[in-house]
C-alpha cells in the first residue's frame, strides 16, 4: 500500500541551502561576503556543492533539491527506515548524483568520512515521524489505528516500545513521559501501565491509547489523551534527541564556509537544542563575558543565523501537519572551529535510565 507524504516548508527549505539572499525572522544581517561574492558562492555551491538530506522520508525534499542542483553536484541521504531506503536506492539508479546511506543522521560524520567527503556544502533535517509512518497502523506510531507496539524508525534492530514497556519500573517509564512527552499526568500513566501489564501485556496501539487515556484527567482541546506519551516513547525508543545532538555537532564541524544548516522542528524539545545550538555558535563570545579579555581576543562566531521561518495559512490549510513546524537556518562563518562541534549542543540527560541500564542493559534502545 502507497501512503502519500507531503513535505512541509518544501520550498523555504531548499532556498535555505541554495539561494544566497536567504533570511528567515530574526535573521543576522551581517555577513562576512559581499552581496557579489555571497552570489558567487550561491552559484558554485548549486554546481558542485555536497549536500546531505539526514532524514530523507520519502523524497519530497530531495527531489526539490535535486531538480535545482547541477550535474557536478552530489547528494547524500539518510535514513532509517528499511521502505525510505528502498525509495532512495531507486532515486540513486535513476540518479548518478545520489548517495544512499541507511543509518540515522547521527552517524553524518562518519558515513560521509567513508565516502571521502570531508566538507559539505549543505544539510536540512526533517525531525519527527513522516506521514506514511503515521498512516502505516503496522509501525505502531500511531494512537488511532490498530497496529503492533513498535514505533522504531528502523525496523530492522533494536527493542520495541512494547519490549520496553514489558520490564521498565514505573520510575523509569514516569521519566521519560514527563521529560520527552511534558505530560502532567506522567505518574498516573506510569502507573495505569504498570497495573496493566500485571494482568496482561500491551501489544497494540490502541491498547496502549485507552490505558494513557483511563490517567490523564484532562487534555488539551482538540488532543488526543494518548498525545504525548506516544511522542515521548518515540522519542526514547529511537533515541532522537541523542541522535540530533550528534547531528548538530558534526553540522559545525562539516559545513565549508558559507554553508548552510536547515533544520524542520515539530514539538519544543527540538526546536530549543536547535534554537540554542544556533545561538551559542553565533555568539560564542557570550561564554567568556566575565573574563578579562579584549573584544579582540574573544571567539567570533561560527555561524550566521538565517533566522526561522513557520507555515503560511495556506499550507496549513493543506497539510495540517504543517501547523507546529519551525524551520531554522544558520550559515557557516569562517571562522575556525577550533574545538569539537558537541561543545555548542545544549547538554542533556537521558530520562528513564537507571545506573544498569547506562551500563548497556537490554532496557537501552540501541
Known amino acids: 500500500m502507497e501512503f502519500e507524504h507531503r513535505p512541509v516548508l518544501l520550498a523555504p527549505t531548499v532556498d535555505a541551502l541554495l539561494q544566497a539572499d536567504f533570511g528567515g525572522k530574526g535573521a543576522t544581517r551581517s555577513s562576512q561576503l559581499d552581496d557579489a561574492q555571497a552570489e558567487a558562492h550561491a552559484h558554485a555551491r548549486i554546481q558542485r556543492g555536497v549536500f546531505v538530506d539526514g532524514t530523507f522520508g520519502r523524497v519530497g525534499h530531495s527531489r526539490e533539491l535535486l531538480s535545482r542542483l547541477g550535474p557536478e553536484a ?7 527506515d528499511p521502505q525510505a531506503i528502498a525509495v532512495a536506492t531507486e532515486l540513486a539508479a535513476r540518479d548518478q548524483r545520489v548517495t544512499v546511506v541507511h543509518d540515522g543522521f547521527a552517524t553524518m560524520r562518519e558515513a560521509l568520512a567513508g565516502h571521502g567527503i570531508e566538507h559539505i556544502d549543505g544539510v536540512m533535517l526533517d ?22 507496539l513498535d514505533m522504531r524508525m528502523d525496523t530492522t534492530r533494536g527493542p520495541t516500545v512494547a519490549d520496553w514497556l514489558a520490564d521498565a519500573s514505573v520510575d523509569e517509564m514516569r521519566e521519560v513521559i514527563a521529560d520527552y512527552g511534558e505530560e502532567r499526568f506522567a505518574f498516573q500513566v506510569a502507573k495505569a501501565i504498570a497495573a496493566r501489564r500485571a494482568t496482561r501485556p500491551l501489544r497494540t496501539t490502541l491498547e496502549l491509547a ?22 515521548a516513547l518515540r522519542i526514547y525508543i529511537n533515541r532522537e534527541l541523542e541522535e540530533l545532538a550528534r547531528a548538530l555537532a558534526s553540522a559545525l564541524e562539516l559545513l565549508a564556509p558559507g554553508g548552510r544548516l536547515a533544520v524542520i522542528s515539530f514539538h519544543s524539545l527540538e526546536d530549543r537544542m536547535v534554537k540554542q545550538c544556533i545561538a551559542a555558535a553565533a555568539r560564542p563570545a557570550v561564554a567568556h563575558a566575565r573574563l578579562p579579555l579584549r573584544e579582540s581576543e574573544l571567539p567570533q562566531p561560527l555561524v550566521r543565523s538565517l533566522g526561522r521561518v513557520l507555515a503560511t495559512d495556506d499550507e496549513i490549510a493543506g497539510n495540517a501537519r504543517s501547523r507546529s513546524a519551525v524551520l531554522r537556518v544558520a550559515e557557516r562563518t569562517t571562522t575556525p572551529l577550533g574545538s569539537d562541534g558537541a561543545a555548542f549542543v545544549p547538554a542533556m540527560r537521558v530520562p528513564g535510565e537507571t545506573p544498569a541500564t547506562k551500563r548497556g542493559s537490554k532496557r537501552r534502545p540501541r
Not at 74 to 80: E, G, I, N, P, S
Not at 210 to 231: D, L, W
Open 74 to 80: 552530489r547528494l547524500v541521504v539518510f535514513d532509517k
Open 127 to 148: 525531525l519527527g515521524v513522516s506521514s506514511p509512518q503515521l498512516d502505516d497502523a503496522e509501525r505502531g506510531f500511531s494512537f488511532m489505528r490498530e497496529g503492533p
Open 210 to 231: 485507552e490505558c494513557v487515556a483511563s490517567a490523564v484527567r484532562t487534555r488539551e482541546k482538540g488532543q488526543h489523551p494518548a498525545t504525548r506519551t506516544f511522542q
